[in-house]
C-alpha cells in the first residue's frame, strides 16, 4: 500500500542542502556549504541552508558535530549506526572509524557510576597526511 503524503514546499531546497552536503569531501560548516550552494546559482539562503540541515540529523540523513572552535559542522555519513570521526582540521577530510575500546570504556565508566543507556560523542580532530606534508614544506621554505 502506498500513501501519498503531500511534500513540504520546502523538500526541494532540502534535496540541494543534502546533495550538496554529500558532494563534500568531509565536515563542512553551513556558511562554506551555503557558499558552494551560492556559486551554482541555486538563490538558496543561509537560513534555509540551517534549516534544511537540522532536518537532516533530525531524520538522521546527517552528522552535526562541532568543531574545537564551537563551530558546527555537518556531513553525510555513510554508516548510519553509531560512529566516531577522526577530522582534517585544515581540509576537513573525514574518515568514519570504529572505537571498540571506547565503547567498552564508555559503557563500563557509566555502569560502574550507576548510569545506563549512556550516549558518547568521541570525534578526534588532526592533521591529515596531506595537510602535515604541505605544513612542513612550507616550513622547510621559511
Ligand atoms: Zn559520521
Ligand atoms: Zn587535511
Ligand atoms: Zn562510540
Aim: charged share 25%.
Amino acid at each position: 500500500m502506498t500513501e501519498r503524503i503531500a511534500k513540504p514546499r520546502n523538500t526541494k531546497q532540502r534535496d540541494m542542502v543534502r546533495e550538496a552536503l554529500a558532494g563534500a569531501p568531509g565536515f563542512v560548516s553551513a556558511q562554506s556549504l551555503h557558499a558552494s550552494l551560492r556559486e551554482d546559482n541555486t538563490g538558496i539562503g543561509l537560513a534555509t541552508v540551517y534549516r534544511a540541515l537540522a532536518g537532516l540529523v533530525a531524520q538522521g540523513d546527517a552528522d552535526s558535530l562541532q568543531s574545537p572552535d564551537g563551530e558546527a559542522l555537518y556531513r553525510a555519513c555513510t554508516s548510519t549506526g553509531h560512529h566516531h570521526h577522526l577530522i582534517c582540521r585544515s581540509c576537513g577530510l573525514t574518515v568514519e572509524i570504529e572505537a571498540t575500546d571506547v565503547e567498552q570504556w564508555a559503557r563500563r565508566t557509566a555502569e560502574s557510576h550507576g548510569f545506563s543507556e549512556a550516549e558518547h560523542i568521541v570525534d578526534i580532530f588532526g592533521l591529515c597526511t596531506a595537510c602535515a606534508q604541505n605544513r612542513d614544506s612550507e616550513r622547510d621554505a621559511d
